[in-house]
């Protein structure tokens, strides 16, 4: 399966897909970001995939925008987009091109803390028990159907860069672990909620 990954910070994801799924179960064909100097471009880089940035300063509107990226991924093949903290929202008409797939990965246990600053969140209101979600995207902001969530209690940490750490070592076992399962066309949705995946065996 072809495979793009949308960063837009620091691609410790896209770098544990890289080595985890990348050559063996599917090819990374092309890595997009919102930011030219986004330092995950470099594992991409560093791998031989091609890379392309999108600044949102170079299109009239974000849905322009939106469309050149998925012009250039339909160009490229890809058949599944995996967002690896890419920060910026998706028009609605990106979505319904690729409509189930879109895999998100995102640091909190969803549907609490959406959006952005999660971990800083899910600190600040005192949960005990952190986690990962990976979920197909829909319109809302990352309240697709959720595929795969990983708990952790952490009941003594107050600091949401020591907790983000925590998460992100099981993000990347988590992420991987989802785009295997879509690769393996693994992934349904139950016929009596819609809303609910369901995993084939
Ligand atoms: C990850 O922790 C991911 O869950 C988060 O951004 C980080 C990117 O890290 N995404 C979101 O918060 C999306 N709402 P990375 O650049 O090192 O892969």
């Known amino acids: ?29 092309a890595v997009a970001s919102d930011h030219e100097d986004a330092p995950g471009l470099r594992h991409a880089r560093t791998a031989n995939i091609l890379t392309r940035s999108f600044e949102l300063d170079q299109f009239e509107r974000r ?19 995996v967002l690896a903290g890419y920060m910026a929202l998706l028009d609605d008409s990106f979505i319904a091109r690729f409509r189930d797939r879109i895999l998100n990965v995102h640091p909190s246990l969803l549907p609490a803390f959406p959006g952005t600053r999660a971990v800083e969140q899910a600190v600040a209101y005192g949960v005990k028990v952190f986690g990962v979600t990976v979920h197909l995207v829909d319109e809302g902001i990352d309240s697709g159907p959720i595929l795969l969530q990983r708990s952790v209690e952490l009941p003594g940490y107050s600091d949401p860069t020591e907790v983000h750490q925590i998460l992100q070592a099981i993000e990347h076992e988590l992420l991987p672990e989802g785009v295997r399962l879509m690769v393996r066309g693994a992934v349904g949705r139950d016929p009596a909620n819609p809303q609910r995946l369901i995993i084939e065996p």
């Not at 072809?2 to 064909?29: K, P, W, Y």
């Not at 469309?67 to 890809?78: F, K, P, S």
Request: proline letters at 0%.
């Open 63 to 81: 849905a322009a925008r939106d469309n050149a990226i998925a012009d250039w991924l339909d160009e490229n093949e890809v058949e599944l987009v």
């Open 1 to 29: 399966m072809r495979i793009a990954v949308m960063l837009s910070g620091r691609g410790t994801n896209l770098q544990a897909l890289i080595e985890s799924v990348h050559g063996f179960d599917a090819e990374i064909v």
